[in-house]
């Protein structure tokens, strides 16, 4: 609900004098013919709408505030006068074109959150408090902002529109107003600056890219280094070899000769002492057969399978 504005000065101490108490009686007994409805007497009624202070006058002298509803009046002596809104209101504040401290111009859109808390000073203390408040912020932002350089106006939006706020605050008490708040809407730059603005980004993120990819090569380099450590090993190369072995026992058309060897042995010195063997076991059955060509030719295509 709408907070209780009424404010009554008091009637006694304010004296018109003769004529000013003749109007008020002839007011009185016009107002009370002109109650009675289709009477051609004014009405000394007067609504004052939800959301509104009625500011009444007698002889032009402020003397009381009136909440909303039906207010009675004197016909002759009172007029309510203004009728001050006092819902919360929001106020554009055109695009400022502002020097920043490191001499770069921005554009700035800016809204200002305000509401009176005082009907009074805001009727009769000020011409107009909302053109008031306008030029009151399009001053201060272009101090702040002036003292500011681009990045700090640029990452620092709520700081900024708080401090604009808190140096409008003091001179819009005076006033009877309360600031909400102060919003930044959008900050413009040039088509350079903009176009400088993105080249030093993509520069930027290209570098971060590149010690990314260093630092995954280095991680890479260190874990084939470890691999290479653990797959030297003795244990390792067996297995290896055994696999050999398994391939080569599924490859279609090989000769495998199977030779009763002892795995811990299979080294180079290892498979010296196979090739011997299958050239020994060659060479004895060619003894019976009779050395040849052919003979050569199948201890020399046996010592390649192995």
Not at 202 to 212: C, H, L, M, P
Not at 222 to 234: E, F
């Amino acid at each position: 609900m709408q907070p209780s504005y009424a404010q009554n000065l008091g009637t006694g101490g304010i004296e018109h004098g003769f004529y000013g108490s003749m109007m008020q009686s002839l007011g009185a007994c016009v107002g009370s013919i002109g109650m009675i409805p289709c009477c051609p007497c004014p009405n000394p009624f007067k609504n004052v709408d939800q959301g509104s202070v009625g500011l009444v006058s007698r002889f032009g002298q402020f003397y009381k505030a009136v909440d909303p509803g039906l207010v009675k009046v004197n016909v002759c002596s009172e007029t309510i006068r203004v009728v001050v809104d006092v819902k919360i209101q929001l106020t554009s504040v055109p695009r400022q074109t502002v020097q920043t401290k490191d001499n770069v111009s921005v554009d700035v859109d800016s809204v200002i959150c305000w509401h009176v808390v005082s009907p009074y000073r805001a009727a009769f203390g000020i011409n107009d408090v909302r053109w008031a408040l306008v030029e009151r912020a399009q001053t201060t932002l272009r101090q702040v902002v002036g003292g500011r350089v681009l990045q700090s106006v640029i990452s620092d939006r709520e700081g900024l529109a708080q401090e604009v706020a808190e140096i409008i605050e003091a001179t819009a008490e005076k006033w009877g107003v309360a600031i909400e708040s102060i919003l930044l809407k959008d900050i413009n730059f040039s088509i350079e600056l903009q176009q400088s603005l993105s080249s030093a980004a993509t520069q930027k993120r290209i570098g971060e890219s590149k010690v990314i990819a260093a630092r995954a090569e280095v991680d890479a380099a260190k874990l084939m280094r470890q691999a290479a450590d653990i797959l030297a090993s003795p244990a390792a190369m067996q297995i290896r070899q055994l696999e050999a072995l398994q391939a080569m026992a599924r490859t279609a058309g090989a000769k495998v000769v199977f030779v009763p060897m002892n795995l811990n042995t299979m080294g180079s010195s290892g498979m010296d002492s196979v090739a011997q063997q299958i050239a020994a076991s060659v060479h004895a059955d060619n003894a019976e057969a009779g050395p040849g060509p052919a003979t050569n030719a199948g201890l020399l295509s046996s010592m390649a399978n192995v």
